[in-house]
């Protein structure tokens, strides 16, 4: 089996190549030519995949990686993928997000309808939610660029599915962390801070709005999720979350209660950190997952934040926590 995963050196995109590895598949990643290039997150496993350039806002790039590797599976995780850089670029963000997802689309309607596609959609969809909590049939009401670019990115999966006989799957993920999520993204931004603060390298944590919820679990429990979904006999979409939610706050709490600080002393709300609409309630039901996929998420909530602050506290001081 050959996968081809866009956004391979991501946080997801990294976690999905290995467990592709173990079980046997040969990896092509999709990389954008830069003249800087970061490939932190996939050093250990480099000399076992295939690294290919291509760009998803170059039509031609993608078809001509498609057919050139001939791939059984295609992951499609790059995007523009931080929430606030959304309203600060919110073409771009439609570009990669919602037109990126259609160019790969197509070159699968032009190469080989029979490679089978899954579409990272997000549960930044549910926006203003229309009910708690939410499942594949929740109406969507996004609240950013990002959450409309994905909304877009989620229908066209769909329509080529049903136009084209396509198998194509999108994951709609509820927020899932990990030590190598991004350290502009909260919980990393916690973590990293609070870490900060223990060793005296800071002072204070600025935050936002700390009574924003949301449902998050580990990536790679959920990347497990998205190959369980190219598995299955017919194509379909699926909420992969915990069922649990938990405040920005109670995350701070858990992480600066690990080190043994009070986080009061140290974190303020900060006005330029608050998004212009919020989110304010994020809470995934998984059950079709489970029932459909077998799926169950492994990591709970607490092992979580202390598994970004052990890596967090090796990595600025050399010791775990």
Not at 84 to 92: D, E, K, R
Request: charged share 25%; aromatic share 10%.
């Amino acid at each position: 089996m050959r996968a081809l995963i866009t956004g391979i050196t991501g946080q997801d995109g990294s976690y999905l190549a290995e467990l592709l590895l173990a079980k046997g598949y040969e990896v092509v990643g999709v990389v954008r030519r830069s003249s800087t290039e970061s490939f932190e997150r996939i050093n250990h496993i480099k000399d076992k995949i295939t690294l290919v350039q291509a760009d998803l806002l170059d039509q031609l790039s993608i078809v001509n990686v498609v057919e050139e590797h001939r791939p059984n599976e295609i992951y499609n995780l790059a995007a523009q993928s931080f929430v606030p850089t959304s309203w600060v670029q919110p073409v771009l963000t439609g570009e990669f997000d919602a037109l990126g997802v259609t160019k790969v689309l197509e070159a699968i309607r032009l190469v080989d309808k029979k490679i089978k596609f899954y579409q990272a959609s997000s549960s930044e969809m549910f926006g203003k939610v229309r009910e708690v909590p939410q499942k594949e049939t929740t109406p969507f009401y996004p609240r950013s660029p990002y959450g409309v670019a994905k909304v877009y990115g989620h229908f066209i999966t769909v329509n080529y599915r049903e136009s084209y006989g396509i198998f194509a799957c999108s994951g709609i993920l509820f927020n899932h962390e990990s030590p190598r999520r991004g350290l502009e993204f909260v919980t990393r931004k916690i973590t990293d801070g609070a870490v900060r603060i223990k060793l005296g390298l800071a002072g204070k944590l600025a935050l936002g709005n700390l009574d924003a919820k949301r449902d998050w679990g580990f990536a790679g429990d959920y990347v497990r999720a998205m190959w369980l979904m190219l598995q299955q006999k017919q194509a379909d979409d699926y909420v992969i979350a915990t069922g649990r939610t938990h405040s920005v706050e109670e995350f701070v709490k858990l992480v600066f209660a690990y080190l043994d600080l009070d986080y009061r002393k140290y974190v303020v709300t900060d006005p330029r950190f608050v998004r212009p609409a919020e989110v304010d309630l994020l809470l995934g039901d998984p059950s079709y997952a489970r029932k459909k996929l077998g799926w169950e998420p492994e990591v709970s909530f607490e092992q979580l934040a202390r598994m970004m602050v052990d890596c967090d506290m090796k990595r600025l001081s050399g010791k775990p926590a």
